[in-house]
């Protein structure tokens, strides 16, 4: 089956540094992406990665590795409007999306 | 400017009932999807569709059934509501050759 781990939950500082892992087994491998989700709301694109490596984008920066089936999101400079869900998805051999459950993170002051 | 916006947001209706939610999207994109997102958290797809192809996930109900009228529409019909189908549902978007899901603000349904 297809399946994608990341964290439950975690919880950070205001202005340090958190890393959010994904791991991944799907059939096919198309591309990650990353979406950040606050509470009630809709989940808003962060990131593509479809080659190993690291992709930044301000504060933000995700890096794959095809080979083990593994990503993270960096988030640097922690604020306090960080505090939201961190999904993972991968798009299949059929470009279907698979999701994750989404880590929560809460930033503390 | 909403570039994908789904009515109603809030709809509490009770056991049996039929609805229906709307979904617009205004980017040009060519398809369109449903997602339902359960008390966990866990997005999943329930219906993608383009002009040409309508896929369905096997684990749906058919009391579901989307309707495109043309490709900036994708709504979502449900029958027979069950408790079990309280959740929020996304519609959402994307361009094929591109990257990347535009979702709308996602409708809660609640069945009582």
């Known amino acids: 089956g297809q399946n994608i781990d990341q964290p439950t939950e975690m919880t950070a500082t205001e202005g340090a540094i958190v890393q959010i892992n994904c791991t991944y087994q799907?059939?096919?491998?198309?591309?990650l992406f990353w979406y950040q989700q606050h509470a009630g709301e809709a989940p808003t694109f962060l990131s593509y990665?479809?080659l190993d490596g690291l992709e930044e984008k301000g504060r933000f920066s995700s890096f794959l590795s095809r080979s083990k089936g593994y990503s993270y999101l960096l988030l640097k400079e922690l604020q306090m409007k960080d505090s939201a869900s961190y999904l993972c998805a991968v798009r299949d051999s059929n470009y279907q999306l698979i999701w994750g459950a989404g880590t929560k993170l809460i930033i503390k002051p | 400017d909403t570039a994908v916006s789904q009515t109603p947001k809030y709809l509490v209706t009770q056991m049996g009932n039929d609805k229906s939610i709307k979904c617009e999207q205004n980017l040009g994109h060519d398809t369109m999807y449903w997602y339902k997102q359960d008390s966990k958290k866990f997005l999943k797809i329930m219906f993608s569709y383009n002009n040409k192809e309508l896929i369905i996930n096997e684990t749906v109900p058919n009391r579901f059934s989307p309707k495109s009228p043309d490709k900036a529409h994708l709504n979502l019909h449900i029958n027979s509501l069950e408790l079990g189908d309280s959740a929020v549902y996304f519609c959402?978007?994307?361009?094929?050759?591109?990257?990347?899901?535009?979702f709308g603000s996602g409708t809660r349904l609640t069945v009582v």
């Open positions: 959402a978007s994307s361009q094929t050759a591109n990257y990347g899901y535009t």
């Open positions: 990665n479809v």
């Open positions: 799907t059939s096919g491998f198309n591309g």
